[in-house]
């Protein structure tokens, strides 16, 4: 094990936030963890560093998750379940199915981050979720010096949700994950953005890598690229009111777009309540909202943690102000 002090965590968050670890460690081997197990520094797990704000240094020790790997776990007619380490990059994951006619996560396609943050925190986009095809988890539980793995159900998935970011938060470091995909796809193109992108492309006959590209084509047009605006995808959740609520905001903004959950509650794009509060392109100093989306708020270079901190609060403030309704942050916060 080859343990830094003091090292920048600038080029391991998307955001590009520069704060100082105190220590620092890269974990390529499993069994290198029984070692950082017994040292005695408080343990911050970082994967793809794409949802999480950095808003102060870190006194402790941050393991960066460098596990990699791609197995055929089994196989039938139907499936063909893959075993990935977790520190593999998932864009990459999705490449590797759809070159191979492999369906269940082409929607998925250009989520920055790793395999490990992909249960975590159920990403999701364009009527997908990973859950679908989560078959099980693998992590090393810190407490108990031991491997375990959690299958699906045991995951107690939900909207960006999952046990990981529970009862288990801080307490398992997860080391793979088996994604069973399919032999003989079903499309999933509800999302309207996505059949709109398939019918420009001129594609009639939907496919996995057609629905991939389509999806790609989506998100580079409409969210910021890390690589060129620092930023963590979506800021806060989609919140979800019940339809009394919902009928009644429906009075004053008839525009109010929305997608039923179940009877009685109903989602609303944060998005859409962010920008009409007046935030979308916001700006100050080197920090902002996206000017594309409204969900993302962006670092053009040297915005501090705390900065992004305090702008994302006066937006929780201002949605609570105009609709009554509480947002929720969906990055992670250290
Ligand atoms: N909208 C606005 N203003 C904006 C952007 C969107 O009013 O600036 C409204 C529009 O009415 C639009 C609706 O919001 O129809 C939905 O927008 P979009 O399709 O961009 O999706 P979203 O609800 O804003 C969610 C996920 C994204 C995912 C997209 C596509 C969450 C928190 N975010 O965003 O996930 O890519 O759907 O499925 O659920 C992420 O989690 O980091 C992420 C990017």
Not at 239 to 254: A, C, G, N, S, V
Request: glycine residues 8%; aromatic residues 10%.
């Amino acid at each position: 094990m080859n343990l830094q002090q003091n090292v920048s965590l600038k080029p391991y968050n998307t955001f590009g936030i520069d704060v100082i670890a105190e220590y620092f460690t890269e974990l390529n081997d499993i069994n290198a963890l029984q070692e950082i197990t017994d040292l005695p520094h408080q343990k911050y797990i970082l994967g793809g560093g794409s949802n999480i704000l950095l808003t102060e240094p870190v006194s402790g020790l941050v393991v960066h998750n460098t596990l990699k790997g791609i197995t055929i776990e089994k196989e039938d007619a139907n499936n063909i379940w893959l075993n990935v380490q977790a520190g593999e990059v998932w864009h990459d994951v999705v490449l590797y199915a759809i070159n191979r006619g492999l369906g269940g996560i082409e929607n998925l396609a250009l989520i920055p981050g790793t395999v490990g943050a992909t249960p975590m925190q159920n990403i999701g986009a364009y009527g997908v979720e990973v859950k679908e095809t989560i078959e099980s988890v693998t992590f090393w539980y810190w407490k108990e010096k031991t491997f375990l793995t959690y299958s699906n159900r045991e995951c107690a998935f939900g909207y960006r949700d999952s046990i990981f970011k529970r009862q288990l938060k801080d307490k398992a470091f997860i080391t793979s994950v088996v994604y069973k995909l399919s032999k003989k796809p079903t499309y999933n193109t509800s999302y309207g953005a996505v059949a709109q992108e398939l019918e420009s492309m001129g594609v009639h006959a939907p496919s996995v890598k057609a629905i991939a590209y389509a999806v790609m084509n989506i998100r580079t047009s409409k969210l910021p690229d890390p690589k060129m605006i620092g930023n963590a995808g979506s800021f806060f959740k989609n919140p979800t009111i019940t339809k009394k609520q919902f009928e009644k905001l429906r009075t004053q903004y008839d525009s109010i777009p929305s997608y039923p959950v179940n009877e009685e509650l109903i989602k609303i794009p944060a998005a859409w309540l962010i920008e009409r509060c007046g935030w979308k392109g916001y700006k100050t100093g080197d920090i902002g909202v996206h000017a594309k989306q409204a969900l993302v708020l962006v670092n053009y270079g040297n915005g501090k943690g705390k900065e992004i901190w305090k702008l994302s609060g006066d937006i929780l403030k201002s949605v609570k102000e105009k609709f009554d309704i509480e947002l929720e942050r969906e990055v992670q916060v250290w």
